[in-house]
């Protein structure tokens, strides 16, 4: 399926506990890389984590400043193995990287794994779940340098299963397959012994699921459990709830996709249920989301959060004193600490993660969040007299002031809530209560600018504090420009750059991201392809670039095509970018009339003998 997609600095507690300063007087820069798609159709995954591993080396940095200093190294492989096979004979000669976060895909990484494995560059994966990857008897087996912090695909059937009976007194679950899905996945969920009043396979080509939605309803299912992908999930669960079922719906990772919501729609997926082999963004602590938000300009990535977390196991090692690939892996092999959602995690003898569970998500008004309990309605509410403790749902930074909204929700509305700032005051500042929310506002005044500020929020009914909500926050410097809104348009996009792999055509720009003129947005329309600029595509934006895939047909391949490119902020659109693009056929790839070439931290592969200007032959 071709779709059209792009895809203050307050610092928690959890968040910089495991960042130690060494005792070393000098800086010493230690590189790590990234490697991953970065351009081309699959950018939308590849520039998400590597912005979630240069925030994790930015807030390191900050703390270390002026003894350790962390340089990420960009490796893009376009999630193509023929581009990863050209790009990791050169990353695992150069010594001076110490460790890498990727490969993203299962593909590139079976590519790269013979250098790597040569070399003893350490890797920890974000996304690679082919359980081959850490099977011992298998020759693509990556051991001993090959670690991940997901869930590999074949264990998640048991999660599944769990997921579709919980809290069901009676269950009846109906099973329905993708003909795109591994046949081990169907097998393992089936092995699981789980009853089942019903199994049927769908085409993924289809676009009428009607008999299966009236075999469903006809057995009276208490929940169905889709093993496909959102592209045909989305069709069948729409179907679903049109046709009236009303009971749960549960679906694997391969449909946890932040697209689902948009293809359903936020009404018929409200309370569609998931297991996925990572946790979505907004599982993390408030904290870390806030900060993420005000530190890069923009929400923790889908896909940030597995690379988030890869990067803080390096960095902790890192800060125990293993600046080498052999102590670095040594370190990762023995790794036992809790991640940034609070688990405990470590690795078994084969690099799979260890503690940590399969996250279950739940659709909330079109957007995937952690699953909590009272979602299901699986626990009763507690006759303790005591209030609940407060959860917070967000916090904002606006106007010198920190916004934070609480959750009241679970248990009876609370008389007041207040927050106390121990350091600066024993002053209660009490929020406004509307329904079953809160609101804080919290002046910042000169002596808490650059400083770390513990909290505690308390809510109280009848006079009965409940337990208190505990955490810290960093408070940026006044000149670090953190609350600064755009004032003026962005500049136009620049630096377009084409690629394509057998999985599809990519254009990425870089676009503004200074504070003052930030690109929140961009888009892109073509009248060779049938776009007009009022019905023009939006693009994923991350950081300093914003990438697309696009859908070329195929009478237009080898034609000179003219896209045009422009960025927008709350103040207005930018001038546009006119350029042309000269698509290429998907059946070839990166071959070899192709380059490796680096220009500062980023290294790529361009189809010509010659690097472009700027650019160097690795």
């Known amino acids: 399926m071709r779709?059209?997609?792009?895809?203050?600095?307050?610092?928690?507690?959890l968040l910089v506990s495991f960042i130690q300063s060494p005792a070393n007087s000098a800086e010493r820069v230690i590189k790590i890389a990234f490697q991953g798609p970065l351009t081309g159709p699959e950018a939308e995954l590849g520039l998400g984590q590597l912005q979630a591993v240069q925030y994790m080396a930015t807030k390191f940095n900050q703390k270390n400043k002026g003894t350790l200093k962390v340089e990420v190294i960009e490796v893009d492989d376009q999630g193509d193995p023929t581009i990863a096979v050209k790009l990791a004979p050169l990353i695992a000669e150069d010594l001076s990287i110490i460790a890498l976060v990727g490969p993203s895909y299962s593909g590139s990484t079976r590519a790269s794994l013979p250098f790597y494995k040569e070399k003893l560059l350490p890797l920890i994966s974000p996304s690679a779940t082919n359980p081959f990857l850490t099977d011992p008897t298998s020759p693509f087996f990556g051991g001993p340098v090959f670690h991940r912090v997901v869930q590999i695909s074949a264990k998640e059937a048991v999660a599944l299963a769990g997921l579709a009976e919980l809290g069901i007194t009676n269950p009846r679950t109906f099973l329905v397959s993708d003909d795109q899905v591994w046949p081990e996945f169907e097998k393992s969920f089936t092995d699981t012994g789980i009853p089942l009043v019903g199994s049927v396979m769908a085409k993924s080509s289809s676009s009428d699921y009607s008999s299966i939605v009236q075999e469903i309803i006809a057995k009276k299912a208490t929940a169905v459990v889709l093993l496909g992908y959102f592209s045909t999930t989305s069709k069948i669960v729409t179907q679903l709830r049109n046709g009236g079922y009303k009971n749960r719906i549960v679906l694997s990772d391969a449909s946890a996709d932040p697209l689902f919501g948009s293809l359903v729609g936020s009404n018929l997926s409200e309370g569609v249920v998931a297991t996925s082999t990572f946790g979505a963004p907004t599982s993390l602590p408030k904290e870390i989301q806030f900060d993420y938000k005000n530190t890069v300009g923009n929400s923790i990535p889908s896909y940030g959060v597995?690379?988030?977390e890869a990067t803080k196991i390096y960095l902790?090692?890192?800060?125990?004193?293993?600046?080498?690939?052999?102590?670095?892996?040594?370190c990762v092999d023995t790794y036992s600490a809790k991640n940034l959602m609070g688990e405990s995690i470590s690795f078994d003898t084969n690099g799979d993660i260890v503690g940590a569970p399969f996250p279950q998500l739940i659709m909330?008004?079109?957007?995937?969040?952690?699953?909590?309990?009272?979602?299901?309605?699986?626990?009763?509410?507690?006759?303790?007299?005591?209030?609940?403790?407060?959860?917070?749902?967000?916090?904002?930074?606006?106007?010198k002031k920190i916004e934070i909204e609480i959750d009241l929700s679970k248990g009876a509305t609370p008389d007041s809530v207040y927050i106390q700032l121990p350091g600066v005051s024993t002053k209660k500042i009490y929020a406004i209560i509307k329904g079953k929310t809160a609101k804080l506002s919290i002046p910042l005044t000169s002596p808490m600018f650059g400083k770390a500020l513990s909290f505690r929020i308390v809510s109280?009914?009848?006079?009965?504090?409940?337990?208190?909500?505990?955490?810290?926050?960093?408070?940026?410097?006044?000149?670090?420009?953190?609350?600064?809104?755009?004032?003026k348009v962005p500049s136009a996009p620049k630096n377009l750059f084409y690629t394509r792999t057998e999985k599809g055509h990519g254009i990425t720009v870089e676009v503004d991201a200074n504070k003052n003129t930030r690109s929140t947005d961009t888009y892109l329309y073509s009248t060779d392809l049938g776009i007009s600029k009022s019905d023009a595509v939006k693009g994923l934006t991350i950081g300093s670039k914003s990438s697309f895939q696009v859908e070329i047909p195929s009478g237009l391949i080898g034609k000179k095509i003219l896209v045009s490119v422009y960025s927008k902020n709350a103040i207005g659109d930018s001038q546009i970018l006119p350029t042309t693009i000269t698509p290429q056929s998907l059946e070839t790839s990166a071959g070899s009339n192709s380059a490796a070439c680096q220009k500062g931290s980023q290294i790529r592969t361009f189809e010509s003998l010659k690097c472009p200007p700027g650019w160097f032959k690795r």
């Open 316 to 330: 902790d090692c890192i800060s125990k004193g293993s600046f080498t690939r052999s102590t670095i892996l040594k």
């Open 364 to 399: 909330k008004n079109g957007v995937w969040v952690g699953l909590k309990n009272d979602d299901l309605k699986l626990t009763s509410t507690s006759s303790s007299t005591q209030p609940v403790t407060p959860t917070v749902l967000s916090f904002s930074f606006i106007s």
């Open 460 to 487: 109280v009914l009848k006079n009965i504090e409940s337990k208190p909500y505990l955490s810290s926050i960093d408070i940026p410097t006044q000149q670090s420009g953190a609350d600064i809104v755009a004032t």
């Open 306 to 308: 597995p690379a988030l």
């Open 3 to 13: 779709r059209f997609v792009v895809a203050v600095f307050l610092v928690p507690t």
